[in-house]
């Protein structure tokens, strides 16, 4: 396979994740389009280390970004849980209003 397949896979996967960022009002949503923007950026990574067999660097990296990315979403949760125990609501529009 052609690095190109990749990276087209790639971008289609960054394009969803920031569509669904900014057009998406709920916050487990927006998680879950900031993991693909992650994943998308992974998908790269890989790509390039896999196509330049003499470094690693890429897949370490990824292996960095997989657990900073699980971390996240730990706290980025955990965050929302108690966010809405407090508030009843999980649509960021009402968040800005509470302030």
């Known amino acids: 396979m052609h690095i190109n397949y990749f990276l087209m896979l790639s ?9 669904v ?4 009002r709920h916050v487990l949503m ?6 693909l923007m992650l994943n998308a950026a ?9 196509f330049d067999p003499q470094r690693m660097q890429g897949h370490i990296f990824t292996l960095f970004v997989i657990v900073i990315a699980a971390a996240e979403a730990a706290v980025a949760l955990a965050f ?20």
């Open 21 to 24: 960022v900014l057009t998406r």
């Open 42 to 50: 992974n998908i790269n990574l890989v790509a390039f280390s896999y």
């Open 80 to 99: 929302v849980l108690k966010v809405y125990e407090s508030f009843k609501t999980s649509n960021l529009d009402e968040y800005s209003k509470l302030k």
């Open 30 to 35: 927006v998680l879950m389009g900031t993991e």
């Open 11 to 19: 971008a289609v996967l960054f394009c969803l994740g920031f569509l």
